[in-house]
T-cell receptor, first 116, second 114 residues
């Protein structure tokens, strides 16, 4: 079956612009995670969704970052007023349930964001 | 707070040689432990995981890892490296009490020489 997909695969934007990154999880996966992968910080957790709710937003680096999930499926990560330090690869992952923390997370290919 | 330390950001081995990638974790509760592999321009793929039970865990592509509580380690090994093993490897920990978000190490890039 289809895996986790993300779009766009690459995004180049100018400093100060807003960007939206999209994640389509595996069908039936109720848990969805966003991570950020950057050279300086490695892989960092951003936010977790269980269904449409986000019980854990602790990893969002600033209030310029927000995310939503609709219909228990597609999720959008929005970065407002982008800064150069936002340049990174944004990875999305989904799993069957978030209440059992050993469930395998399946990762998408990522969106590479470059802020000029 | 949980953390993961991977010793060696870059490891180089010859084809056919033993692969050993080191991972140490810090956790106040028994953790779940994972190894993921990332090939260039691709997402992360699960190699293996430790949850409970047998401390020697076998994964895909001939990799295995041993959970050693006394050493707080979860090192990844493979007896004989293949060229196709060249990739970046990430060790991760998940708190059993949490909803499953992973705390990753910085990663180790494995190079395999012919």
């Amino acid at each position: 079956g289809a895996g986790v997909s993300q779009s766009p695969s690459n995004k180049v934007t100018e400093k100060g612009k807003d960007v939206e990154l999209r994640c389509d999880p595996i069908s039936g996966h109720t848990a969805l995670y966003w991570y950020r992968q950057s050279l300086g910080q490695g892989l960092e957790f951003l936010i977790y969704f269980q269904g449409n709710s986000a019980p854990d937003k602790s990893g969002l680096p600033s209030d310029r970052f927000s995310a939503e999930r609709t219909g228990g499926s597609v999720s959008t990560l929005t970065i407002q007023r982008t800064q150069q330090e936002d340049s990174a690869v944004y990875l999305c992952a989904s799993s069957l349930a978030g209440t059992s923390s050993y469930n395998e997370q399946f990762f998408g290919p990522g969106t590479r964001l470059t802020v000029l | 707070a949980q953390s993961v330390t991977q010793l060696g950001s870059h490891v180089s081995v010859s084809e056919g040689a033993l692969v050993l990638l080191r991972c140490n974790y810090s956790s106040s509760v028994p953790p779940y432990l994972f190894w993921y592999v990332q090939y260039p321009n691709q997402g992360l793929q699960l190699l293996l995981k430790y949850t409970t039970g047998a401390t020697l865990v076998k994964g895909i592509n001939g990799f295995e890892a041993e959970f050693k509580k006394s050493e707080t380690s979860f090192h990844l090994t493979k007896p004989s490296a293949h060229m196709s093993d060249a990739a970046e490897y990430f060790c991760a920990v998940s708190d059993r009490r949490s909803q499953g978000n992973l705390i990753f190490g910085k990663g180790t890039k494995l190079s395999v020489k012919p």
